[in-house]
């Protein structure tokens, strides 16, 4: 959001503009490869309104192809203010079950030599370092980078 007059505590704050991204540093890099003709992979976690605008927004990209795993609870919604200064406000996110962390490493055991894996933006929660072991033992077994 973006607003010409200072923010104030007491009524509404208005803003001139508003603008929606579907995104995370994950999802951004693959956008980024595919506007550059580059063929890549989502697996994330997506759920609820918010999963179902960052599911639309990537099959713009057709050299994207999205096998993200879905969840029940919403992906979170990230604000930033622009008032001179910019303020950056984040919701907590979804816990992500088990059973969804299984499927989305079902998707690693077709990585190939010639594959690359790109760990991107926080662990959500529910997710602990043991997932994150996991992934890079597949990464690893396939010989991927």
């Given at each position: ?10 009524g ?116 602990d370092?043991t ?15």
């Amino acid at each position: 959001m973006e607003f010409s007059d200072p923010l104030h505590s007491k009524g509404v704050n208005l803003a001139d503009h508003a603008y929606l991204h579907a995104g995370g540093k994950g999802i951004n890099g693959s956008m980024l490869l595919s506007n550059l003709g580059i063929h890549s992979t989502v697996l994330s976690f997506l759920g609820g309104f918010t999963g179902s605008y960052i599911e639309e927004q990537i099959g713009f990209y057709s050299f994207i192809d999205n096998q993200s795993t879905k969840i029940s609870e919403p992906n979170r919604i990230n604000v930033k203010v622009k008032d001179g200064p910019e303020y950056v406000l984040n919701t907590k996110g979804p816990a992500i079950p088990e059973e969804a962390q299984q499927d989305l490493l079902s998707h690693l055991d077709h990585l190939k030599k010639e594959d690359y894996v790109m760990i991107c933006g926080r662990a959500a929660n529910g997710i602990d370092i043991t997932f994150l072991y996991e992934i890079a033992d597949r990464v690893n077994e396939a010989g991927a980078k």
